[in-house]
């Protein structure tokens, strides 16, 4: 049997059953051969095993009662990386993409200023950790000189995102490499570990936390972070919204807080696709009765996690930017903890001002929110 074969045969089985046969057909066999899909028409002639052809058939059974393809492979590209998932975890989507690119913009502009303590970024509802470990993974090396950081402008501007390893081509600058670096800097490369008391070893550029109310999705979330080598480089935390944040003595020290909370309303739930009602898990994808109860949550309490000058940055729902606007304007952050009033923060009762960050279809999806403090 060749690979063609094979092809035909998943396509037409698949046929009527999902909305793309003949890509799934290719990706899971592409899968199965571990080559490209673009191999497989390139060389139809290529050969399939018994052996391979029975995991493949398994494998189309699967896709054909409408399992995600993520969920088949057990992988999903996200940001140019490879991500584990499964059931335990959302599937990280393409719109998403755009949350991690404004939070790394962001952070790229904290670190034009000159700091003694690491940026600290919270991820909170990870999930499967692609928005904290691509923001983890994606930061460019840094010199840590005497005065702050050391950047340096980069006439490459060709990528949206230069990938693993490379610098961050949004706003058009990168920073400088170990290669590049004075004398006396600390380099991310073999760098002496941030003081213990303001971040996790690693970085002393960043400290990225994430926090995910189940354990199970931690759990995946820790083995993305081995896998991409950054495991020593995050700190994982167990609870509910910003409660472990709140319990870790974060009060006031977040300067960036991101998250992809659960917005789908419950009662839309059982109207969604198969592929996503019968096989992601609910808990990540239900924000309460209208699909705001999380959205709420964290508008009216992050200020009193955040720094003064930090962001909340936000994925939405596609009808909820107004939503959110009124929220912001009207905010009375709650500050459960705090038994003592003069250690609330002074700027943690007012948003300074926000912005929306449009998808690829023109919809309001993320909000980007900052807390007075800063100019």
Request: overall charge negative; charged content about 20%; hydrophobic content about 40%.
């Amino acid at each position: 049997m060749d690979a063609g074969y094979a092809l035909t045969w998943g396509r037409q089985n698949l046929l009527g059953k999902t909305d793309h046969p003949a890509r799934d057909a290719a990706l899971l066999l592409a899968h199965v051969l571990g080559c490209s899909t673009s191999g497989l028409y390139l060389h139809p002639e290529q050969p399939v095993t018994g052996a391979q052809f029975q995991r493949y058939s398994a494998l189309i059974a699967r896709r054909a009662n409408r399992e995600p393809i993520a969920y088949i492979t057990g992988y999903k590209e996200f940001m140019g990386l490879k991500f584990r998932v499964d059931r335990r975890v959302l599937i990280p989507r393409p719109e998403t993409e755009i949350l991690v690119e404004t939070c790394l913009s962001v952070i790229g502009d904290m670190m034009h200023e000159p700091r003694i303590t690491p940026v600290t970024v919270c991820d909170v509802c990870c999930g499967s950790g692609a928005v904290g470990l691509s923001i983890l993974k994606l930061l460019p090396q840094i010199c840590v000189p005497a005065g702050g950081y050391a950047w340096a402008e980069s006439g490459d501007q060709s990528g949206r995102y230069a990938g693993a390893g490379g610098g961050l081509r949004a706003g058009g600058s990168a920073l400088a490499d170990a290669s590049t670096c004075a004398d006396g800097c600390t380099c991310v490369d073999g760098c002496v570990p941030a003081d213990k008391d303001l971040g996790v070893a690693g970085s002393p550029g960043v400290r990225v936390i994430l926090t995910d109310i189940s354990q199970d999705a931690l759990d995946v979330a820790k083995q993305n972070a081995e896998q991409l080598g950054v495991l020593d480089q995050a700190e994982f935390l167990l609870g509910d919204g910003l409660e472990p944040l709140e319990r870790h003595g974060l009060n006031g020290k977040a300067d960036l807080i991101a998250s992809n909370p659960p917005y789908i309303a419950t009662g839309v739930i059982p109207t969604l696709d198969d592929e996503v009602k019968s096989y992601e898990p609910h808990l990540a994808l239900d924000g309460g009765r209208e699909g705001m109860y999380f959205i709420e949550n964290m508008i009216s309490q992050a200020p009193s996690m955040l720094a003064p000058g930090g962001y909340l940055i936000m994925e939405i729902g596609h009808d909820q930017a107004d939503k959110c606007r009124d929220l912001l304007a009207t905010a009375k952050p709650e500050h459960k903890g705090h038994k003592d009033s003069s250690q609330i923060p002074e700027h943690a009762s007012s948003w300074q001002d926000w912005r929306f960050v449009n998808d690829y279809a023109g919809k309001e999806r993320v909000l980007v929110a900052k807390i007075s403090g800063r100019v």
